[in-house]
C-alpha cells in the first residue's frame, strides 16, 4: 500500500496545475494553488488564453474543503481577481462563496477575503459586491454579519459614497443596532459613523428616528466628536481601475500643496446629493381617513391633533412623492393659517407647509406663491415664534418660484397697511436678492422691485425704512453700483450714503443658501485669509535704532529707520511696541554702558548769544508726546580744541580760545530744567589773604555750578578787578590761590551740586587771575 501511495504521490505531481487543484488530495490542490499564484503573476497580458482555464475554478477555490489549502487557493484568487480581465465573470459565485465559507475564518483567511472584495470593487464590480454584502447581513451567524458591516464601512471609507452608494444597504443596517450581538451592535455603530461624515446629519437623522433614544444618544455622541472640516473630512484615497488619471494628477499634486488635493476630493463628491437617497414616500396614501374632517372640526384639539400627525409623518418621511397630487392639502393648510384663530393651530399648520415645501423642492411649484403670499400676510402677528415659523416656510417655498413671478405678489405685500408685513416682505426679498444674479435679474424685473422698495425708505415707521434700505442695499451688492444709481437719482445724499453702509455688510449667497467665495484662499505665514474677501496680513519686526557719530565730522550717523529733528512740532500717534524679547547677557552689559554716564540737561540760552558747551555736557532731547515712544538721538562729542592763553583788555575779557562754541537751537521737544538753586554752604574760608574780588570770584563760581553756563565777558569784568597792584605777589600766595580756584569750581559741596556737571579746572584761564592780583 505504501508502495502504491508512493507511486500515487509521483502521479500528481506531474499533473499541470489546473488539475492539481482539482484533485482529490488537498496536498495536490495546495502545491496547485501555489502554482497558480506564480502562473498568474507572470502573464504578459490580463487578457491572456491561460486566465479562461481557470475561470469556472475559482468559485471552487473559495470553498475548498480543507482550510490550509483554501488558505492557498485565496492567494490564487486575489492574483486571479488582480490580473485577469475576465475576473468579473465570475464575481457573484466568488463574492457569495467568500462570505459563507472564510468570513467566520481564521484571522488570516478573513483578510485575505477582505482584499478580494475591495479588489473586485477597484475593478468596478462594486454593484455585484455591495448585492452580495447586504445578503450576508441577513445570515444567522454574527460573525459573518459583523464581517459584512466591517467590509461596507471600509469600502466607503477608501472609495467614498459616489462609488460605494450607502442608499441599498442603511436600510438594513438602522436594525442592526438593536442586535444581540454585541460585535454587530458596535460595527453598526461604526458604519452608520462613516455614513454621517459622507452624507451629513441633516440626511441622516431623518432616516434614523425610529431607533431607540438610548443608541441615538450614543450615535450623537460619536457624531459630536467628529470635525468634518478638518482630520474627520471623508476624502477618497483608493481609486478604481478607470480613475487611474485621477489618481495619478492628485499624486503630483500632493507634492506641491495638501490644499489642491483637498479642493479635488470637494470636485469629485460635488454632484453627490445626499436628499437623493432617500426613498420618496406617498404621505397622501398614509393620511387618517378623517383627516380632512377633523380639520374642519370646531374644537382646537381635535384641528391640532391631526396636524401634528401629519408633521409627524413628513418629518419621518422627508421626502413625499414628487408626482403626487397635494393641491387639495395645501389649500387646507393655507386656510387654517388665515382664518383659524388659534395661534397653536396656525404655527402647526406653517411647520407642515415647510417640511411640505421642504420635501418637494421644486416640484412644489404650483403651491410656492400661494404660500409665501398667506405666510407674509400673516406675519401682521408681531409674535416672535409666528415670524419664524412663516420666515422658515417662505425661505422653504422660494426654489419652487423665481423673481420675476414673485414680483406680482412682492409689489401687493410692499404696499400693505401693516408696517410690520412691509417689514418682513423686505427681509425676505433680502434674501431672495441674495442669490440673484444678473441673469435671474434683469433690468425689467429690477424697476419693478425698485418703485416700491425706493417708496419704502420715506416710511414714517422705523423698521420699515431700515429693511427697505437693506433690501436696497444687498441690489446694490449684486448688481453693482452701475445698475442701481441711474435709478436713484431722486435719492438724497443721506439716503444713498445708508444704502452704500448696508451694501457694505451684505453677504451674497448660493443656491444652498450658504455664502459665494468671490476669492481664492490666499495662505499667508501659515494663516489663510477669508474665503469672501481676500486679507493681507503683513507683520513687521520692530527695529532698534543705533545712533553713532563719526570721529572726524562729529555728524550723527544712524541706521534705519532715519530719525529727522524738526524745528516745528510734530504730532506723532504710534502705538505701543509689542513687548521685547528676553535680553540675552550681551545686550545687558551694553546697556548697563550706555547707563553709565546718563545725559544732562541743557540750559536755556538764547538765540543771541551762544552758549558755550562744556567738555563733558551732552545735549537730551525728551519726547514729550503721550506715547511711551522715545527716539534716541545723536550724541554730542566733547569739544578738544587746544586751549591758549586768552587775551586780556582794559575794558573786556574774550574766553573765545578756551572753549569751542556750540550754537543749540532749542527745538519744541526739548525739556529745559530749572537751575538748581545757590549753595549757602561755602566751603572754604581764605582769611584776610583774599581780597574781595576773590571772594566775588568764588559766588560767581558757585552760583554757575551744576549748569554747563560759562562765564559771560560781563560779569567776569566785574568781578575781577582790572587794575595792577604795586605788591608783586609771592609763589604761596598763587598756590593758595590755585588751591582755592580747586576747591570752589571743581569741587563744590556735593549736598547742594550736581558733581557729574561740574565745571573743570581748565575751563578758567589762570591768567585772568594773575593779570587782576598783579
Known amino acids: 500500500m505504501a508502495t502504491v501511495g ?3 504521490d509521483n502521479e500528481w505531481q506531474k499533473l499541470p496545475s489546473d488539475q492539481k487543484v482539482q484533485h482529490k488530495a488537498w496536498k495536490a490542490r495546495m502545491t496547485g494553488y501555489e502554482e497558480c499564484v506564480k502562473l498568474f503573476r507572470t502573464q504578459p497580458s490580463d487578457q491572456s488564453p491561460e486566465f479562461n482555464k481557470y475561470v469556472n475554478l475559482m468559485k471552487k477555490f473559495v470553498i475548498d474543503s480543507n482550510e490550509n489549502a483554501r488558505e492557498k487557493a485565496l492567494d490564487a484568487v486575489f492574483a486571479f481577481v488582480e490580473e485577469a480581465n475576465v475576473a468579473g465573470k465570475v464575481v457573484n459565485d466568488v463574492a457569495s462563496g467568500l462570505i459563507a465559507k472564510c468570513l467566520n475564518s481564521r484571522s488570516k483567511m478573513r483578510e485575505r477575503g477582505f482584499e478580494i472584495l475591495l479588489m473586485y470593487i477597484e475593478i468596478e464590480k462594486q454593484i455585484e459586491i455591495e448585492d452580495e ?55 453598526s455603530k461604526l458604519l452608520l459613523v462613516e455614513v454621517y461624515k459622507w452624507i451629513g446629519k441633516q440626511t441622516l437623522t431623518p432616516m434614523i428616528q425610529n431607533v431607540k433614544p438610548i443608541q ?77 374632517e377633523k380639520l374642519e372640526s370646531k374644537q382646537w384639539k381635535d384641528r391640532k391633533e391631526v396636524l401634528d400627525d401629519l408633521l409627524t409623518l ?63 400676510d400673516r406675519c401682521r402677528e408681531k409674535k416672535t415664534n409666528i415670524l419664524e415659523v412663516f420666515r422658515e416656510a417662505c425661505d422653504a417655498a422660494y426654489p419652487g418660484t423665481n423673481l420675476e413671478q414673485l414680483s406680482e405678489v412682492a409689489v401687493v405685500l410692499l404696499a400693505h397697511k401693516t408696517p410690520i408685513v412691509r417689514q418682513c416682505t423686505h427681509q425676505f426679498l433680502t434674501k431672495c436678492f441674495s442669490m440673484a444674479t444678473q441673469a435671474t435679474l434683469s433690468k425689467k424685473i429690477l424697476k419693478i422691485y425698485l418703485v416700491p422698495l425706493i417708496k419704502n425708505t420715506g416710511e414714517a415707521d422705523q423698521s420699515v425704512r431700515d429693511s427697505a434700505f437693506e433690501c436696497l442695499g444687498m441690489l446694490w451688492k449684486c448688481l453693482g453700483e452701475k445698475h442701481i444709481l441711474p435709478n436713484l437719482t431722486d435719492m438724497d445724499e443721506l439716503k444713498l450714503n445708508k444704502i452704500k453702509e448696508y451694501a457694505e455688510k451684505s453677504v451674497l449667497l448660493n443656491l444652498r443658501g450658504e455664502p459665494r467665495s468671490t476669492a481664492p484662499v490666499i495662505m499667508i505665514n501659515g494663516a489663510s485669509s477669508s ?50 524679547a528676553s535680553p540675552t547677557k550681551n545686550e545687558v552689559l551694553e546697556d548697563k554702558k550706555k547707563e553709565a554716564r546718563p545725559p544732562k540737561a541743557a540750559a536755556s540760552i538764547t538765540t543771541t548769544v551762544p552758549r558755550v558747551a562744556s567738555s563733558r555736557s551732552k545735549p537730551t532731547v525728551s519726547n514729550t508726546s503721550t506715547s511711551n515712544i522715545k527716539l534716541p538721538l545723536p550724541k554730542a562729542r566733547p569739544a578738544t580744541a587746544p586751549s591758549t592763553k586768552s587775551t586780556l583788555s582794559p575794558p573786556t575779557i574774550t574766553t573765545t580760545n578756551t572753549q569751542h562754541l556750540i550754537p543749540i537751537v532749542q527745538t519744541s521737544t526739548t525739556k529745559i530744567r530749572a537751575k538748581p538753586p545757590v549753595s549757602t554752604n561755602r566751603r572754604s574760608s581764605f582769611g584776610l589773604t583774599l581780597s574781595s574780588s576773590t571772594s566775588n570770584l568764588q559766588r560767581q563760581s558757585t552760583s554757575t555750578s551744576g549748569s554747563t553756563s560759562s562765564l559771560s565777558s560781563t560779569n567776569t569784568q566785574a568781578s575781577i578787578p582790572c587794575t595792577r597792584a604795586e605788591t608783586p605777589i609771592s609763589s604761596t600766595t598763587m598756590k593758595i590761590l ?6 570752589v569750581i571743581s569741587s563744590p559741596n556735593p549736598s547742594t551740586h550736581n558733581g557729574k556737571s561740574r565745571i573743570p579746572i581748565r575751563a578758567i584761564p589762570i591768567s585772568i587771575v594773575k593779570k587782576s592780583l598783579t
Open 6 to 8: 508512493g507511486s500515487d
Open 133 to 187: 454584502l447586504v445578503k450576508g447581513l441577513e445570515n444567522k451567524q454574527p460573525k459573518i454579519v459583523q464581517a459584512c458591516l466591517e467590509i461596507l464601512r471600509k469600502g466607503l471609507s477608501v472609495f467614498g459614497s459616489k462609488i460605494l452608494p450607502i442608499k441599498p444597504f442603511l436600510k438594513q443596517v438602522i436594525p442592526l443596532l438593536d442586535d444581540r450581538d454585541k460585535t454587530v451592535r458596535d460595527e
Open 216 to 292: 441615538m444618544q450614543e450615535l450623537q455622541t460619536e457624531f459630536e466628536k467628529l470635525d468634518l472640516n478638518g482630520a474627520d473630512k471623508p476624502r477618497q484615497t483608493r481609486f478604481l481601475r478607470s480613475q487611474q488619471d485621477l489618481k495619478e494628477r492628485i499624486e503630483e499634486t500632493v507634492a506641491a500643496s495638501s490644499i489642491v488635493v483637498d479642493d479635488t476630493n470637494i470636485e469629485m463628491q460635488e454632484d453627490l446629493d445626499p436628499f437623493e437617497m432617500i426613498e420618496p414616500v406617498n404621505i397622501l396614501e398614509r393620511l387618517s381617513k378623517d383627516f380632512f
Open 314 to 376: 413628513l418629518t419621518q418621511n422627508p421626502k413625499p412623492k414628487p408626482d403626487s397630487d397635494y393641491s387639495e392639502l395645501v389649500k387646507v393648510l393655507k386656510k387654517i393659517i388665515t382664518k383659524d384663530s388659534n395661534i397653536t393651530v396656525v404655527l402647526v399648520a406653517g411647520k407642515c407647509l415647510t417640511a411640505l415645501a421642504k420635501g418637494l423642492r421644486k416640484a412644489f411649484k404650483n403651491y410656492a406663491l400661494g404660500t409665501i403670499d398667506v405666510c407674509l
Open 531 to 580: 474665503s469672501v474677501s481676500p486679507i493681507i496680513i503683513v507683520k513687521q519686526k520692530p527695529t532698534n535704532t543705533q545712533v553713532t557719530v563719526d570721529k572726524h565730522d562729529e555728524e550723527p550717523t544712524q541706521s534705519k529707520p532715519p530719525v529727522v529733528i524738526k524745528k516745528k512740532p510734530i504730532a506723532v500717534i504710534a502705538k505701543p511696541p509689542p513687548p521685547p
Open 738 to 743: 590755585r588751591s582755592v580756584s580747586n576747591d
